[in-house]
């Protein structure tokens, strides 16, 4: 097999096919297509020498070529509601990243088209009302749908996420635990407030620990600092990275020093919260393999038709921070007493 100086070496030599990178990756040519757009049901083995002959062989699919032979723009459509072009958004700015990628990755682009109302409604209505489905128009959706419709979603699990997290806390020797979320009526707010409490039933704690608060965003830094200050709990769960970046700032009003004082977790994960002092410890939402699901069940419906597969449910991690010290607490002492953790 000829190495990537070779190939160099020899710029007028014969382009490489898709029979070549079936004859080296043992497979046969449809195998390498489904490969190559994300479409099929193809063993990990398989796809794994297909990508590896790929790369071995430098091949490169036309693109303009592909769109003419199967009449496709080779798009993907991202609609964008105004929430999500806010400069502080920047959660769905990982996401959109993610999914740029995972479609690249297929040799397709994405069109990202701006809207000037929220079009959530309306994608909301034509998925209630399965018009989309009964169209045979491919979707997926980041986030799930209702019982009974079409599922073609990819999510995380909220509340065990929240719920594993309150465990690593307790496992640390933190005692009074209190909560901060959003007032809110989506799933996934709702969804961690209940991993919060399913946490601390898990290891035998009634209840809501030393009080659950839910804010909005003009009124959260008021009613955090008094809840901080009455109920004086050793660590805050937070239900987002930014909830828990104003938990950072009203600590320090209180001459609160988090990672000592004061154990904060946040939930996102977002690129910014790594360089809060000290790091935040936060339940990471996995963007890359959200997107490349998000894509693949899209085009898998281009390839197939209308997909009767059940949503999926991948896997959050929790990234650890000094916001929580890095040795477990002893004892029900002081925080004072455990400053030698930090």
Known sequence: MASPARRSAHPAQRKVTVIDVARAAGVGKSTVSNVLNGSGRVGEAARARVLEAVDQLGYHPHHGARSMRVHRTMQLAYLMAPVQLQPTNLIMMQFLQALVRAAADRDYGVLVVGQHADP??????????????????????????????PQPWVDFDNAEAEAEAVRYVLDRGFTRLGYVGYTSSNYWDAEREAGFRAGLASRGIPGEGVGLLRVEETSARAKIRSFLSSAQPDAVLTGSDRIATIVYSVAAELNLTVGRDLAVVGFD?????????????????????????????????????????????????????RSIPPHPRHGTGTSQDHAGHV
């Open 120 to 149: 959530g409604d309306d994608i909301r209505r034509l998925v209630a009302g399965r018009m989309l489905h009964a169209l045979g128009m491919p979707f997926a959706c980041m986030g799930r749908t209702g019982r009974g419709l």
């Open 269 to 321: 994960g977002s690129a910014g919260t790594e360089l809060l002092n000290p790091a935040l410890t936060s339940i990471v939402i996995p963007f890359e393999d959200i997107a490349r699901r998000v894509v693949d069940r899209a085009l898998r419906q281009v390839e197939n038709g209308q997909d009767s597969e059940p949503g999926e449910i991948v896997p959050t991690l929790l990234r650890l921070g």
